[in-house]
């Protein structure tokens, strides 16, 4: 039974307000028929208030379930990320672009080696490398070979599982994060990037065009190899036009994904879902 639906027949148990949070693009990819569908359309209506992980995501949820007031909550970023020196990179140094995932096929580890090697030919495998950080064993090994028959895995890192409490230094050391994926609710990797200062390369999913802003990093279309060896380029020869400092790109990070932040969003979603309860 969805925890939705459970909500919905506490509240009235209990004569309290609930609200509806929505993360994994899957919940709203089936037809808009059928009951389950029209029992959870019926609990999100009733629910006080309704809330997602970015803009475009929250208008994917309010159309899907047609409601228009689906607000955003960025997930926090912890305060390690936050606290990270700011990288200044030597200019003899290679350039370093930093992905961080689980590999699954929907982060599109093959995309950006396939975009890297050409980034590769043009630079040069002395200018830059790529760090791979998460996933299985299985997958991990997968992709290494994809960098051997590609010829790039001199310059390529797989680091494996990072504990948590590494991750900040790591995501830091980098000079560009790059997402390519398929699809994309949120994103959080993105934030934590941006925490570093670090700017960021995003495929245009919900969670790309949601935390990728114009001063922060640069969108690609969704599977387009082309477009994403170009932005790696230009961020190479860059930054590009419009893209702000590190000062400036976690000060805006601050702003959005901080503890306080999230703490400031919660608490109105909450008194606004107590308020429609009330009404």
């Given at each position: 039974l969805p925890a939705l639906l459970v909500a919905r027949e506490l509240s009235t148990l209990l004569s309290r307000p609930y609200v509806f949070t929505e993360h994994r693009?899957?919940?709203?990819?089936?037809?808009?028929?059928?009951?389950?569908?029209?029992?959870?359309?019926?609990?999100?209506a009733q629910s006080g208030a309704c809330a997602t992980v970015s803009a475009p995501f929250a208008r994917m949820v309010g159309d899907y379930y047609g409601r228009a007031d689906v607000r955003v909550v960025h997930l926090p970023v912890p305060?390690?990320?936050?606290?990270?020196?700011?990288r200044k990179r030597d200019a003899d140094s290679p350039f370093v672009f930093l992905h961080v995932s689980h590999l699954d096929e929907a982060k599109r580890v093959d995309l950006l080696l396939r975009a890297f090697e050409r980034v590769v030919h043009a630079a040069g495998a002395a200018a830059t490398r790529v760090v791979i950080v998460g996933g299985a064993e299985g997958p991990r090994r997968e992709y290494e070979n994809l960098a051997?028959?590609?010829?790039?895995?001199?310059?390529?890192?797989?680091?494996?599982?990072?504990?948590r409490e590494d991750l900040p230094r790591v995501?830091?050391?980098?000079?560009?994060?790059?997402?390519?994926?398929?699809?994309?609710?949120g994103g959080t990797v993105i934030s934590e990037a941006r925490a570093c200062g670090i700017p960021v390369i995003a495929t245009e999913t919900w969670g790309g065009k949601g935390n990728?802003?114009?001063?922060?990093?640069?969108?690609?279309?969704?599977?387009?190899?082309?477009?994403?060896?170009?932005?790696m380029n230009a961020m190479m020869e860059g930054p590009p036009s419009g893209i702000q400092t590190r000062a400036e790109i976690r000060r805006r990070a601050r702003e959005l994904y901080s503890a306080d932040a999230f703490v400031n969003s919660q608490t109105a979603m909450y008194d606004d879902a107590i308020s429609r309860f009330s009404m």
């Open positions: 693009p899957s919940s709203v990819a089936g037809p808009k028929a059928g009951r389950r569908y029209l029992e959870l359309k019926h609990a999100v305060e390690a990320f936050f606290e990270q020196p700011l051997a028959e590609l010829g790039i895995s001199e310059s390529v890192s797989f680091l494996g599982p990072v504990a995501v830091g050391e980098s000079d560009c994060f790059v997402l390519p994926s398929d699809y994309e609710a990728v802003e114009e001063s922060c990093g640069l969108l690609t279309p969704v599977g387009d190899e082309d477009a994403l060896a170009d932005a």
